[in-house]
């Protein structure tokens, strides 16, 4: 039976695409998936906000002491240096996995700042990704933001990073808003995909 499909433009032999997680974090993992058949794998999601925790981390590690000793000022190199170690380990992984697999491998990203998600996703396309999910999760912490302003925010990031690279972009929804077709309709409109444990069915 022929089940060929086309998902955010990309030709699948079956719509069957396991979703982002710990299962795409392992290329032997990957491999057996396709092997059993998935015909594209989400990787699991490089989250910003990891990657500057870490960084903060690690500067903080190499720096507290810096100045203890007189001779301690020049050994270690500028913190700036080691900013994007947990990006190079996604980006890395990434390009084995366009290596040794053949079917399209899309990247997964969950940004905070506007630098970071335009960046990270740059990288992600040069990188080899196929396509690219935006696991966007604001979670609303003023009482004076309103329904309409945090999805526009996700409306904002999406027409952000649209406009930033050239691969096709499917964006991740939560099932908790309050108008998920609405607001699907508006991610339409930029032209993304949908992804996630919602895949509502817009009108024609
Ligand atoms: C252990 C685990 C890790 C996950 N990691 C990610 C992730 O990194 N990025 C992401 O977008 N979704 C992640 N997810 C969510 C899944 O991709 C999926 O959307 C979710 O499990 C709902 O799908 P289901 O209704 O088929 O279970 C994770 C889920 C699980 C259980």
Redesign the pocket.
């Known amino acids: 039976m022929d089940l060929s499909t086309t998902y955010l433009g990309l030709k699948l032999k079956n719509p069957i695409v396991p ?4 299962l795409t974090r392992d290329l032997g993992l990957m491999k057996r998936l396709e092997d059993a058949g998935a015909a594209a794998v ?1 990787l ?2 490089l ?1 910003e906000e990891e990657i500057n925790r870490e960084s903060h981390m690690l500067d903080r590690y190499l720096t507290e002491h810096t100045e203890s000793y007189a001779e301690a000022l020049s050994y270690f190199t500028e913190a700036p240096r080691y900013h994007a170690v947990g990006a190079d380990m996604y980006l890395n992984h990434l390009r084995k996995a366009k290596e040794s697999l053949s079917i399209p491998v899309i990247a ?1 990203l ?1 940004g905070v700042s506007k630098g970071g998600w335009l960046r990270y996703a740059k990288e992600m396309e040069q990188a080899g990704a196929d396509a690219l ?1 935006l ?1 966007v999760y604001y979670v609303p912490t003023s009482l004076e933001i309103s329904a309409a302003e945090v999805e526009q925010i996700y409306v904002d990031v999406l027409t952000e990073v649209k406009a930033a690279v050239n691969i096709p972009i499917a964006m ?1 929804l939560s099932p908790y808003f309050s108008a998920t077709g609405s607001h699907g309709q508006g991610a339409d409109r930029c032209g993304s995909g949908w992804s ?2 919602v895949q509502p069915v817009l009108p024609t």
């Open positions: 979703s982002s997680s710990p989400v699991y999601s989250f997964s969950n999910e696991n991740k996630g444990a």
